[in-house]
């Protein structure tokens, strides 16, 4: 069968093919374009080419090694760089940790100054609420008696509400 696009084997437009097809019209656009074939490969001669400039001698082989001998070459610097990776990860690792550590440590310095002033904040506060009530009540002994009831009355409160429950496995079991 003829290739389409070869206008060549087509008889010209107008005329009647003998073996009963339809005249031939001419495309309204172009066939699209075929790709370009690909260059062949070049292949360089087993025999060097004594106007070629020798490789650089750091990129050179040395000459009495064989194939194998420079495959095991390969493996071993591949080794090496994959310790030296791994030895660099852990050193990351180790890193991280300790700028953890570091971070926590100074978090606790700092919620240890916190909670020192905000101790002392509350001591002096109910100290000023003692001394208050007292001068109120005319005597600063019913002003630090009353403090120190509503300390013991909000602490026995606490336990109370604040109480942890056992886990399951601590509660002593029902027997029927």
Do not use: C, N, Y
């Amino acid at each position: 069968m003829p290739d389409p696009r070869d206008t060549a084997a087509l008889p010209p437009v107008g005329v009647v093919p003998s073996d009963g097809r339809a005249p031939h019209r001419m495309p309204s656009s172009p066939p699209p374009a075929l790709p370009a074939p690909l260059p062949a490969p070049v292949r360089e001669p087993a025999i060097p080419d004594p106007s070629r400039p020798p490789a650089p001698v750091a990129r050179r082989l040395p000459e009495h090694k064989g194939k194998v001998a420079r495959i095991g070459d390969a493996l071993t610097g591949l080794s090496e760089d994959l310790r030296e990776w791994v030895e660099l990860r852990i050193a990351l690792v180790q890193t991280e940790i300790m700028e953890q550590v570091e971070f926590r440590v100074a978090q606790g310095k700092m919620g240890a100054a916190v909670g020192l002033f905000a101790a002392l904040g509350a001591f002096f506060l109910l100290v000023t609420l003692a001394l208050g009530l007292g001068w109120w009540l005319g005597h600063p002994f019913w002003g630090f008696l009353i403090v120190t009831l509503l300390l013991i009355a909000v602490a026995v409160m606490s336990f109370l509400v604040l109480k942890p429950t056992p886990p399951p496995s601590d509660r002593p079991k029902k027997t029927s």
